[in-house]
């Protein structure tokens, strides 16, 4: 069993920056070689959508279009942490955001790919 931890969240003015990270916090996924790890966040009433996702090996990366340009991906393979850094942020960016990993290597864009979730980080951006 895998729990991933998500930090990093808070409350900034529009057009700020926040950097949100994800670890295991137990059990762990080394082993694998191939998994995906990415990041989703939900707007309250609205459906978990897709942000931005890597994969562990290659280290390519894949963005939704309204993120595009301003948050950026990575991950510190020493410290099986992954990272979001999130800038010029809007309002509309005001959600929880998830980290998630898929342990197959094959998960893109969609929830239902993804094996394991963190709790969530609020991210709140004022106008």
């Known amino acids: 069993q895998v729990q991933l931890v998500e930090s990093g969240g808070g409350l900034v003015q529009a057009g700020g920056s926040l950097r949100l990270s994800c670890a295991p916090s137990r059990g762990t996924f080394s082993v694998y070689s191939v998994y995906v790890m990415g990041w989703f966040r939900q707007a309250p009433g609205k459906e978990r959508e897709f942000v931005a996702r890597i994969r562990w090996g290659s280290g390519t990366t894949s963005y939704a279009d309204s993120v595009k340009g301003r948050f950026t991906i990575s991950r510190d393979n020493a410290k099986k942490t992954m990272y979001l850094q999130m800038n010029s942020l809007k309002p509309e960016d005001t959600a929880v955001y998830y980290c998630?990993?898929?342990?197959?290597?094959?998960?893109?864009?969609?929830?239902?790919?993804?094996?394991?979730w963190g709790q969530g980080t609020q991210v709140t951006v004022s106008s």
């Open positions: 998630a990993v898929d342990l197959q290597g094959f998960a893109n864009r969609d929830v239902t790919e993804y094996d394991y």
